[in-house]
């Protein structure tokens, strides 16, 4: 059994990466996950030639038995979950009067859903990790715009918002067994995901996913009395 490990969703680049390699780097063993098999196997192999400890299993973050084969895989190969990064994440804009059901559908379904299923199916790892040391960690990637909800981006606004309440729903219920967590709401980050916007905001005027790897440092390292229910990251003249 590993002395720790780690789940982290989406994490084949950008945040999520940079997220699992931080964890790895500080002796977890992770396991990562993402939709195409392709791109997520290049970054497992590259991981592990780094002398990592990485298991990795392709898996759309809609699908129910997805995400329970992706705890199952962790579980029989690490045995314990101290980390859970919910970072996988999609957006889809449109005005109001031409939403696409299908879209509508996904984002719930990756952003929200994905994240209560995946409390659930982890809860008996967590807990197991919260009574041990008292610092089981979960990470919930929200957005700056479930705090300033935005037209176009209404749908993912609303998504990210509920990411938001829920994590603070789930502190109140599971912070008494070890369990904390904590919503990472950031403005644009400069990544592929972010491509749809840099011809206004220059990708150089973004944030750094190393600048979420840093929050992810301070979370990790409070003690387990300390609970952070969420940190909003804002590029310089942002306002909420």
Not at 95 to 111: E, M, R, S
Not at 125 to 133: D, I, T
Not at 196 to 220: G, Q, T, Y
Request: net charge neutral.
């Amino acid at each position: 059994m590993a002395e720790r490990a780690a789940i982290v969703t989406g994490a084949s680049r950008g945040i999520g990466l940079a997220l699992a390699e931080e964890l790895a780097e500080n002796g977890y063993a992770v396991t990562i996950t993402a939709r195409r098999p392709e791109g997520l196997e290049r970054t497992a192999q590259a991981l592990r030639e780094r002398g990592f400890d990485i298991e990795h299993l392709a898996g759309n973050m809609n699908d129910e038995a997805a995400i329970r084969e992706v705890v199952a895989r962790h579980r029989e190969r690490f045995g314990r979950l101290d980390v859970l990064v919910n970072n996988a994440g999609v957006g889809i804009g449109a005005p109001a009067h031409q939403h696409q059901t299908k879209f509508v559908d996904l984002q719930l379904a990756v952003n929200l859903r994905a994240i209560v299923l995946f409390y659930r199916e982890c809860a008996e790892l967590l807990r197991a990790a919260g009574a041990e040391h008292r610092a089981a960690l979960v990470v919930n990637l929200a957005s700056i715009a479930g705090k300033s909800p935005q037209p176009w981006l209404s749908v993912y606004s609303a998504t990210k918002a509920a990411v938001v309440a829920y994590t603070q729903a789930m502190n109140k219920e599971l912070n008494g067994d070890g369990i904390k967590s904590v919503a990472f709401c950031p403005g644009f980050v400069d990544t592929d995901m972010s491509d749809f916007v840099k011809a206004s905001i220059p990708a150089e005027e973004m944030l750094r996913p190393s600048d979420i790897v840093e929050a992810l440092r301070f979370v990790l390292r409070v003690s387990p009395a300390c609970v952070i229910p969420e940190i909003v990251f804002q590029r310089r003249g942002e306002t909420l």
